[in-house]
């Protein structure tokens, strides 16, 4: 049985060594946990998730089936970067679903951002039981719970999102490795297991991926103009150092156009909007500075590298009165 609790006494995990040695430890735990039975996991990429598929490669290979669900909404190059670190360098037994169609159809013409994150969900939650359903001799679901997830479902912050709401006749017992982890040390965990820097110490993200960053109704060219649009604030934010700095950096294309010049012609195009943030806790939120130089180096490179955008606006708005998310 797995260390349900962090125990009081624990040490904070900072340092390899005792990263090594909590992957052991764990790797011992889940072996007798499961035995020679299969583990399914929905592996998303982001640092839990991943974190928890590296530990249970190690403890138990080819016993883990990771299915990776690829809703349309993620950003430029993350399904690429989940296929090449778990199929091709860790070997894991990886089903890749291309759902993006299927997503995309469902949302057509939703503009309600509370009805858009619940079609989002609960499809997510059929794709993944339908390949569930696909596997022979599952007894085991994985999940990246960690301790803060546990210490606010238990003071009613937040409901645990356990199971992640699997229908009724699924029924699994529940492997969670890093449950007793702070979010800090499950970083040091996965670096410690071979995980790229850059997925363990990635931005948040939230669920609903690049479909709240295209607020109202999600077209398919509006989702490009976001996705193309983030890698480059990606892109400029690592080469400037800005990367492990802020907090939080992304791009919204809200669907609302305004008149501009391309190659001597009217082009009458999309706005993007550009949000960096830093906070401690996510309730509040404050601005980054971003110097005037690189502001327009980013302008200039959006507006004239992504299809679509003639402008680009900074947004100066902390929170609150803004959410981080315009959605
Ligand atoms: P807001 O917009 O509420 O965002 O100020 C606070 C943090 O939560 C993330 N966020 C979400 N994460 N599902 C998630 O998993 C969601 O529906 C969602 N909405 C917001 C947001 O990116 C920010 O880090």
Redesign the pocket.
């Known amino acids: 049985m797995a260390t349900d609790r962090r125990p009081e006494n624990m040490e904070r995990i900072v340092t390899p060594a005792q990263a090594e040695a909590f992957i052991e430890e764990q790797v011992a735990e889940i072996r007798g946990q499961v035995g020679d039975k299969k583990v399914l996991l929905a592996l998303s990429g982001g640092v839990d998730s991943s974190v928890v598929a590296a530990l249970l490669i190690k403890a138990i290979g080819q016993q883990l089936v990771c299915v990776h669900v690829n809703h349309g909404l993620l950003r430029k190059g993350e399904p690429e970067q989940v296929i090449e670190v778990f199929r091709n360098q860790m070997k894991a037994n990886l089903v890749y679903v291309d759902a993006t169609d299927r997503f995309l159809d469902k949302l057509a013409g939703v503009d309600d951002p509370e009805t858009k994150?619940k079609i989002i969900g609960g499809e997510f939650i059929e794709v993944f039981a339908e390949e569930a359903r696909k596997q022979d001799g599952i007894e085991f679901l994985a999940q990246g719970t960690i301790w803060p997830d546990i210490l606010e479902s238990e003071n009613g912050i937040k409901a645990h999102h356990n199971a992640g709401g699997l229908p009724e006749d699924m029924k699994f017992e529940l492997v969670e490795p890093v449950r007793i982890l702070f979010k800090d040390e499950v970083r040091v965990v996965g670096e410690a297991l071979g995980l790229p820097h850059s997925m363990v110490y990635r931005q948040?993200?939230?669920?609903?991926g690049l479909g709240?960053r295209c607020p109202g109704a999600i077209t398919r060219d509006r989702l490009e103009a976001v996705r193309e649009s983030d890698a480059i604030l990606r892109e400029e934010f690592e080469k400037n150092g800005l990367a492990g700095k802020v907090w939080?950096y992304f791009t919204v294309v809200p669907d609302f156009k305004s008149t501009g010049i391309k190659d001597d012609k009217r082009a009458f195009e999309w706005c993007c909007i550009v949000r960096a943030i830093n906070t401690t806790d996510?309730m509040t939120?404050t601005v980054e500075n971003i110097s005037y130089d690189l502001m327009c180096h980013i302008t200039d490179r959006i507006t004239h590298e992504v299809p679509g955008i003639n402008r680009v606006l900074y947004d100066f708005t902390p929170?609150p009165t803004g959410?981080?998310?315009f959605e």
């Open positions: 994150r948040p993200f939230p669920g609903p709240v939080q996510v939120a929170k959410t981080v998310e």
